[in-house]
């Protein structure tokens, strides 16, 4: 079978043929124009007009379909070169983001005065009750279970597991956490512990300390974990009720625990004395 496009050119070709026989033949006569050459004229020109004009517009239909193809091509070109511009414009700019917080980190190292390593939270417990993450360093490094981690915002967390090659950290906003703390401007001493809300709160405060909202809360170091002074967070709320001893003081932790993704661990940290029974 026959494509439409290959008929009309074979058309074509037989309409200019019959022409140029017949302008052949009216060539070789030198007499003046008779009756026959007129009616030949006459129904032949229309085919001439006919053929030429679909010549015409089979060569501009030929050229402007091989321009848009071309135009084509170089648009999706363009496309590909842009997605792929993107791409690495989106990866360098996450690879800068990544750069200047692991230079937070080691501008942070000197302050704390420790032996530290720095990790990256590569896993984050599904439950909604327990709040741990996992980290890339494990015994291997020196991470081992007991060791606190931090951030330059302040307290994050202790280990709780350790294997080769990671590391489980529970985050003071878990229930199971506590540090040892006090207020840095009355140094108020209490107990930070986690609550399901994602905030802390500080427990065993004594009425008789006058703490505000707004007052910075800081690590104590009597726990013999978490080094002194190091920021934990900032009183939210205090509530006094009108019977008991301590009052109620509610904490907003430094660290956003949502956008959490390098962290050091102090792995030379103290360990806590042991006393063997008597």
């Known amino acids: 079978m026959f494509s439409k496009k290959m008929i009309m050119i074979v058309g074509a070709i037989i309409l200019i043929a019959v022409n140029i026989i017949i302008l052949s033949v009216n060539s070789q006569d030198r007499t ?13 020109s229309p ?7 679909s010549i015409h517009f089979a060569q501009d239909l030929w050229r ?9 091509q170089k648009n999706d070109s363009l496309v590909n070169d842009l997605k792929a511009a ?10 800068e983001l990544s750069h200047a917080r692991l230079q937070r980190l080691l501008d ?14 590569v896993g984050k417990d599904p439950s909604p009750w327990l709040k741990t993450v996992v980290i890339d360093k494990g015994t291997d490094e020196g991470v081992e279970r007991g060791m606190p ?6 307290i994050t967390g202790l280990i709780t597991d350790a294997s080769d090659a990671y590391a489980k950290l529970l985050l003071i906003t878990d229930q199971n956490s506590a540090v040892d703390a006090m207020t840095q401007g009355t140094r108020a001493r209490g107990i930070v512990k986690g609550e399901s809300s994602g905030k802390l709160r500080l427990d ?3 009425r008789r300390h006058e703490i505000t909202a707004g007052d910075i809360i800081i690590s104590s170091g009597l726990d013999g974990v978490f080094p002194k002074g190091l920021p934990v967070g900032y009183v939210h709320e205090v509530h006094k009720p009108n019977s008991g001893i301590f009052q109620e003081v509610s904490v907003t932790p430094y660290v956003d625990f949502e956008k959490l993704e390098e962290v050091l661990v102090i792995i030379d940290s103290p360990k806590p004395v042991k006393f063997s029974d008597p």
């Not at 003046?32 to 032949?44: D, E, K, N």
């Not at 085919?47 to 004009?53: D, L, P, V």
């Not at 942070?108 to 939270?121: E, L, M, N, W, Y």
Request: no cysteine; hydrophobic share 45%.
């Open 204 to 206: 065993y405060v004594l």
């Open 86 to 95: 993107n791409e690495k414009n989106d990866s360098l700019k996450e690879l």
């Open 149 to 154: 981690v931090v951030t330059p915002d302040g």
């Open 108 to 121: 942070f190292k000197p302050d704390i005065g420790r032996q530290v390593v720095a990790a990256v939270v």
């Open 32 to 44: 003046p124009s008779t009756r026959v050459g007129q009616v030949a004229l006459f129904f032949v």
């Open 64 to 72: 402007h379909y091989f321009d848009l193809v071309g135009v084509s």
């Open 47 to 53: 085919f001439q007009e006919f053929a030429t004009k």
